[in-house]
């Protein structure tokens, strides 16, 4: 089945630079990529997405490119601000079956 | 704020009994989902619905089943409880089936002591 790794763990960074965070999948049949953000206490918010058919996508501060061929796909904060802080989770999906597998999760810290 | 509610925000019961989560999905959405999120696991699907129907299924134990309802709630029924079943169990909904958003309600803390 699906299997998807994250990286780093645990992230910090200097408010005003940029974060990134990496993910490989195992299957190369899927092709929907979700991320999604957790803070204390909440569920997890949909943030941005990508399809198998794109290669970036961009929402203001937030970017996420996919790499089919290398199976890998990342997100990237730039002018990192507090409100950041949370942890961040990849995910893949192969439609058929609806199934998303998530990756670990990465917690993000910006630091004033 | 999502548009997905669940219910209750918060469970505590002992080993052995039995509990059931609610959950509402977003007005519109036909599918809903249930993830478990525990530190050692992350989270991990437990079950779809769409429009009443099972359609997919995760790592669901044997002692967990659900239900979507006419209205569209589902119901997340867990039995002989025991003490690695503490965790947050989140409902997610989507417009239907496929590789579409889904949308995360803010979770159920069940702790089993």
């Known amino acids: 089945g699906e299997n998807v790794e994250q990286h780093p763990s645990t992230l910090s960074v200097q408010e005003g630079d940029s974060a990134v965070i990496k993910c490989t999948y195992s299957d190369s049949a899927s092709n929907y990529f979700p991320w999604y953000k957790q803070e204390l206490g909440k569920g997890p918010q949909l943030i941005i997405d990508?399809?198998?058919?794109?290669g970036e996508k961009k929402d203001q501060r937030i970017a996420v490119t996919l790499n089919k061929t290398a199976k890998h796909f990342s997100l990237h904060i730039t002018e990192t601000q507090p409100e950041d802080s949370a942890v961040y989770f990849c995910a893949a999906s192969m439609g058929r079956d609806d199934k998303i597998i998530f990756g670990k999760g990465t917690r993000l810290h910006i630091l004033p | 704020d999502s548009g997905v509610t669940q219910t209750p925000k918060h469970l505590i019961t002992a080993t052995g009994q039995r509990v059931t989560l609610r959950c509402s999905p977003r007005?519109?959405?036909?599918?809903v989902y249930w993830y478990q999120q525990s530190l050692d696991q992350g989270l991990q699907f437990l079950i779809q619905?769409?429009?009443?129907?099972?359609?997919a299924k995760g790592n669901i134990l044997e002692r967990f089943s659900a239900q979507q309802f006419p209205d569209l709630h589902s119901e997340l029924n867990l039995s002989s409880l025991e003490l690695g079943d503490s965790a947050l169990y989140f409902c997610?909904?989507?417009?239907?089936?496929?590789?579409?958003?889904?949308?995360f309600g803010p979770g159920t803390r069940l702790t089993v002591t």
């Open positions: 619905y769409y429009n009443g129907e099972e359609r």
């Open positions: 007005s519109g959405d036909l599918s």
């Open positions: 990508i399809r198998s058919n794109v």
């Open positions: 997610a909904s989507s417009v239907a089936t496929g590789t579409y958003e889904q949308y």
